[in-house]
């Protein structure tokens, strides 16, 4: 069991690029969640996504981001038009059913905006 | 000693002493709480976690405790370890519902050999 995977572990984007980040959850599990940090700070809850479905999207940003989680393949979280502000670390964590019992996370995504 | 600033707080302890790091979380209604530890350039790892209907819990040299009066958590480390230096937070969850983690501020161990 490979774990939570995501890529790339580091990314660069010019202001005004989109960035994508994926995430594969663990084998088996079917709930997924993108968390950010920022420096010196603690996670932030972005988005909780089950297969096909938003689940809580109420710590995402209203533009420039959207986040899904497909039937087949990897959850993705998608930054458009990135600014300077967006460089963090994205963690996204997964688990086997609802609730925190279980949460693993992968070692996330670093953005770094240029 | 323990400092807060504009960073995270950090707490420095001699090597072979326990650490005890101390959390406030937010919600009552919060029933489900998880200490997570975080080395540089790496996601959370889980530590131990606890349930509302306990006040104490231990693992292999980590206790949790509860205090659901004053809505306080803490991590208690024994003979701690350079290996134990990173970050650490708590997070607060209501396991019964479709709410995610919700993660405290972090306090950064700083081990010293």
């Known amino acids: 069991n490979a774990g939570v995977m995501q890529n790339p572990r580091h990314l660069v984007r010019r202001r005004g690029q989109e960035a994508r980040l994926r995430c594969s959850p663990m084998k088996g599990h079917s709930h997924v969640y993108w968390y950010r940090q920022l420096p010196e700070e603690g996670l932030k809850f972005m988005v909780y996504?089950?297969?096909?479905?938003?689940?809580?999207e109420s710590g995402m940003p209203k533009e420039r981001f959207s986040a899904e989680f497909p039937k087949e393949g990897p959850s993705i979280l998608r930054i458009q038009q990135v600014v300077r502000g967006d460089s963090a670390a994205y963690f996204c964590?997964?688990?086997?059913?609802?609730?925190?019992?279980?949460?693993?996370f992968g070692s996330g995504t670093r953005l770094t905006v240029v | 000693g323990e400092s807060v600033g504009l960073h995270l707080p950090t707490l420095s302890v001699q090597e072979g002493d326990n650490s005890i790091i101390n959390c406030a979380y937010s919600?009552?209604?919060?029933?489900?709480f998880i200490w997570y530890k975080q080395e540089s350039g790496k996601g959370p790892q889980f530590i131990i976690d606890?349930?509302?209907?306990?006040d104490k819990r231990q693992g292999q040299r980590v206790t949790v405790l509860l205090n659901k009066t004053v809505k306080h958590l803490s991590l208690q480390i024994a003979a701690t370890q350079p290996g134990d230096s990173a970050v650490y937070f708590c997070a607060e969850n209501i396991n019964s519902g479709n709410t995610p983690l919700v993660f405290g501020k972090g306090t950064r161990l700083s081990v010293i050999a």
């Open positions: 606890i349930r509302s209907n306990m």
């Open positions: 996504l089950q297969k096909e479905n938003i689940i809580d």
């Open positions: 919600n009552s209604a919060s029933d489900y």
């Open positions: 964590a997964s688990s086997q059913r609802t609730g925190a019992h279980g949460y693993t």
